[in-house]
């Protein structure tokens, strides 16, 4: 949890961390996911194309990333890729994804609800709001949001701590 005094340096803060660790896991632990990265490099292509994934059961990874395909102007004559491997994240490790599971959707009410007694922040991204979303959802929503706090600055209006409610 951030210490109490936090808020008298801002003027608002938007908080993107795991939304239990901003309370100190009060009411126990979410479950997220996290990912783990093994680099590997080959001669010329490896799969001829940027994503790859793999939703079988008995492949260990969730899917390839070959970068030289992520700028195809660039011209590259061997090639370096990613194996991505999820697995169930602890304290210790950096959590990716919100798992929301039934028993973790009871717990995020109560967070939410303590969450909403909060002064001066706002929870925002898949983190913050325990929610899964895709990038060009992100990149929406932080839109929005800061359009939402411009507002409320220009107005002399309280943001509001969940502005896009995450039990929804």
């Not at 292509?45 to 994934?53: E, S």
């Not at 009410?109 to 909403?116: A, I, M, P, Q, W």
């Amino acid at each position: 949890m951030l210490p109490d005094n936090h808020l008298k340096e801002y003027y608002h803060s938007f908080y993107s961390g795991p939304l239990d660790a901003y309370f100190d896991y009060r009411f126990g632990e979410l479950g997220y996911r996290s990912l783990r990265f093994e680099e590997h490099s080959y001669e010329g292509d490896y799969q001829g194309c940027a994503v790859m994934n793999y939703c079988d059961a008995d492949v260990p990874y969730t899917r390839i990333t070959e970068h030289k395909y992520f700028s195809p102007w660039e011209s590259h004559g061997d090639t370096i890729v990613y194996h991505e491997y999820s697995f169930a994240s602890s304290r210790t490790d950096i959590p990716f994804y919100p798992v929301r599971l039934v028993g973790d959707k009871l717990l995020l009410k109560e967070y939410v609800d303590l969450g909403k007694e909060v002064e001066g922040v706002t929870f925002v991204g898949r983190l913050g709001t325990y929610r899964y979303l895709d990038m060009d959802k992100t990149i929406d929503e932080a839109l929005f949001v800061t359009a939402q706090f411009l507002g409320c600055v220009r107005g002399g209006a309280r943001m509001k701590v969940f502005p896009v409610s995450p039990c929804g």
